[in-house]
Protein backbone atom coordinates (compact mmCIF):
# COMPACT_ATOMS: atom_id res chain seq x y z
CA UNK A 1 0.00 0.00 0.00
CA UNK A 2 0.89 3.31 -1.25
CA UNK A 3 1.49 5.98 1.80
CA UNK A 4 2.55 9.28 1.80
CA UNK A 5 3.87 11.22 5.04
CA UNK A 6 4.23 15.10 5.50
CA UNK A 7 6.58 16.49 8.46
CA UNK A 8 7.98 19.66 9.56
CA UNK A 9 5.47 22.22 9.55
CA UNK A 10 5.08 24.59 12.07
CA UNK A 11 4.93 28.74 13.27
CA UNK A 12 7.59 30.34 11.97
CA UNK A 13 7.87 34.45 11.49
CA UNK A 14 8.21 36.32 8.63
CA UNK A 15 11.70 36.23 6.89
CA UNK A 16 12.40 32.66 8.39
CA UNK A 17 12.82 29.60 6.82
CA UNK A 18 11.35 25.67 6.91
CA UNK A 19 12.21 22.37 5.65
CA UNK A 20 9.58 20.17 5.48
CA UNK A 21 10.42 16.52 4.53
CA UNK A 22 8.22 13.62 2.58
CA UNK A 23 8.37 10.04 2.76
CA UNK A 24 6.86 7.58 0.61
CA UNK A 25 6.27 3.91 1.13
CA UNK A 26 4.73 0.73 -0.11
CA UNK A 27 5.48 1.86 -3.93
CA UNK A 28 6.91 -1.16 -6.24
CA UNK A 29 8.17 1.18 -9.15
CA UNK A 30 11.71 3.08 -9.51
CA UNK A 31 9.99 6.29 -11.96
CA UNK A 32 8.17 8.26 -10.39
CA UNK A 33 7.41 11.75 -9.29
CA UNK A 34 6.78 13.82 -6.16
CA UNK A 35 5.50 17.38 -5.78
CA UNK A 36 4.61 19.33 -3.04
CA UNK A 37 1.05 21.55 -3.16
CA UNK A 38 -0.39 24.07 -1.04
CA UNK A 39 -3.97 25.01 -0.11
CA UNK A 40 -4.94 28.47 2.03
CA UNK A 41 -8.15 28.97 3.43
CA UNK A 42 -10.32 30.25 0.50
CA UNK A 43 -8.45 29.70 -2.09
CA UNK A 44 -7.59 26.86 -4.62
CA UNK A 45 -4.76 24.12 -4.32
CA UNK A 46 -1.75 25.85 -5.90
CA UNK A 47 1.42 23.82 -7.37
CA UNK A 48 4.99 24.66 -5.24
CA UNK A 49 7.52 22.19 -6.70
CA UNK A 50 8.05 18.94 -8.04
CA UNK A 51 10.96 16.82 -9.25
CA UNK A 52 11.38 13.69 -11.37
CA UNK A 53 13.19 10.77 -9.36
CA UNK A 54 14.53 9.57 -12.25
CA UNK A 55 16.03 12.64 -14.21
CA UNK A 56 16.24 14.95 -11.10
CA UNK A 57 14.58 17.71 -13.04
CA UNK A 58 13.11 20.24 -10.50
CA UNK A 59 9.83 22.66 -11.34
CA UNK A 60 8.39 25.26 -9.16
CA UNK A 61 5.44 27.58 -8.95
CA UNK A 62 5.66 31.04 -10.47
CA UNK A 63 7.19 33.42 -8.03
CA UNK A 64 8.29 30.44 -5.61
CA UNK A 65 11.95 29.53 -7.64
CA UNK A 66 14.75 31.35 -5.76
CA UNK A 67 13.02 31.40 -2.52
CA UNK A 68 11.75 27.61 -2.05
CA UNK A 69 13.73 24.16 -2.95
CA UNK A 70 12.48 20.91 -3.22
CA UNK A 71 15.45 18.13 -3.35
CA UNK A 72 15.59 14.32 -3.49
CA UNK A 73 17.16 11.47 -1.13
CA UNK A 74 17.16 7.85 -2.99
CA UNK A 75 18.21 6.50 -0.17
CA UNK A 76 15.07 7.49 2.21
CA UNK A 77 12.63 7.97 -0.13
CA UNK A 78 12.47 11.22 1.07
CA UNK A 79 11.70 14.43 -0.53
CA UNK A 80 12.25 17.77 1.18
CA UNK A 81 11.10 21.32 0.38
CA UNK A 82 13.29 23.95 1.50
CA UNK A 83 11.26 27.08 2.30
CA UNK A 84 13.35 30.67 3.20
CA UNK A 85 12.40 33.93 3.34
CA UNK A 86 9.04 33.20 4.01
CA UNK A 87 6.55 35.91 3.88
CA UNK A 88 2.49 35.66 5.70
CA UNK A 89 1.27 34.90 1.77
CA UNK A 90 2.95 31.61 2.33
CA UNK A 91 0.50 30.56 5.38
CA UNK A 92 -1.07 27.22 3.61
CA UNK A 93 -1.40 23.42 4.52
CA UNK A 94 1.34 21.87 2.52
CA UNK A 95 0.53 19.09 0.66
CA UNK A 96 2.88 16.04 -0.87
CA UNK A 97 1.77 14.29 -3.33
CA UNK A 98 3.16 10.84 -5.65
CA UNK A 99 2.81 10.34 -9.14
CA UNK A 100 3.89 6.76 -9.98
CA UNK A 101 3.80 7.35 -14.12
CA UNK A 102 6.94 7.31 -15.81
CA UNK A 103 7.69 11.04 -16.51
CA UNK A 104 10.87 13.25 -17.28
CA UNK A 105 9.09 16.13 -16.08
CA UNK A 106 7.33 16.07 -13.02
CA UNK A 107 3.40 17.40 -13.25
CA UNK A 108 2.13 20.45 -12.05
CA UNK A 109 -1.23 19.28 -12.10
CA UNK A 110 -2.59 18.00 -9.15
CA UNK A 111 -4.83 15.51 -11.00
CA UNK A 112 -1.82 13.93 -12.63
CA UNK A 113 -0.96 12.89 -9.12
CA UNK A 114 -2.96 9.78 -7.07
CA UNK A 115 -1.46 9.23 -3.60
CA UNK A 116 -1.56 12.16 -1.14
CA UNK A 117 -0.21 12.44 2.62
CA UNK A 118 -2.55 14.54 5.42
CA UNK A 119 -0.86 18.29 4.97
CA UNK A 120 0.91 19.72 7.18
CA UNK A 121 0.30 23.19 8.49
CA UNK A 122 2.59 26.17 7.94
CA UNK A 123 1.91 29.47 8.96
CA UNK A 124 3.94 32.88 9.13
CA UNK A 125 3.63 35.14 11.59
CA UNK A 126 4.01 38.97 10.47
Known amino acids: QVQVAESGGGLVQAGGSLRLSCLLS????????MGWFRQAPGTEREFVAT????????RYGDSLKGRFTIARDGAKNTVYLQMNSLTPEDTAVYSCAADLRFRLVGSTRSDDYDYWGQGTQVTVSS
Open 51 to 58: VCWNTGIT
Open 26 to 33: GHTVSSYN
